[in-house]
Nanobody, 125 residues
Framework: QLQLVESGGGLVQPGGSLRLSCAAS????????IGWFRQAPGKEREGVSC????????NYAESVKGRFTISRDNAKNTVYLQMNSLKPDDTAVYYC??????????????????WGQGTQVTVSS
């Protein structure tokens, strides 16, 4: 069974940091682009960052550029999202997703066919 599992979410104060992990089971991530998305209450799911299968190409939403860093460790079958300088507007459920159709990622939800269950990130004082 193909599965993605996110972890690392939690409650953090503004200006703090968190590192999210996306671990795969039932398949290897090596060949697939991975995206991170988030969804705040009452809002649509939006793309945050994506990384190509090799890790050589990354992309970020304007709202997180310079604060978030996506990376992958194919040996551990895991993709990470390092989030620094967190703001209350970053509060959302964060999801990772795999694009099994090709090596390059996208910030569009429609490019991905496997999704994790999400992890809550709350930024509040």
């Amino acid at each position: 069974q193909l599965q993605l599992v996110e972890s690392g979410g939690g409650l953090v104060q503004p200006g703090g940091s968190l590192r999210l992990s996306c671990a795969a089971s039932g398949f290897t991530l090596d060949y697939y682009a991975i995206g991170w998305f988030r969804q705040a209450p009452g809002k649509e799911r939006e793309g945050v960052s994506c990384i190509s299968s090799s890790g050589g190409t990354t992309n970020y939403a304007e709202s997180v550029k310079g604060r978030f860093t996506i990376s992958r460790d194919n040996a551990k079958n895991t993709v990470y999202l390092q989030m620094n300088s967190l703001k209350p507007d970053d509060t959302a459920v964060y999801y990772c997703a795999a694009n099994t159709g090709g090596p390059y990622g996208s910030l569009s939800v429609y490019a991905y066919d496997y999704w994790g269950q999400g992890t809550q990130v709350t930024v509040s004082s």
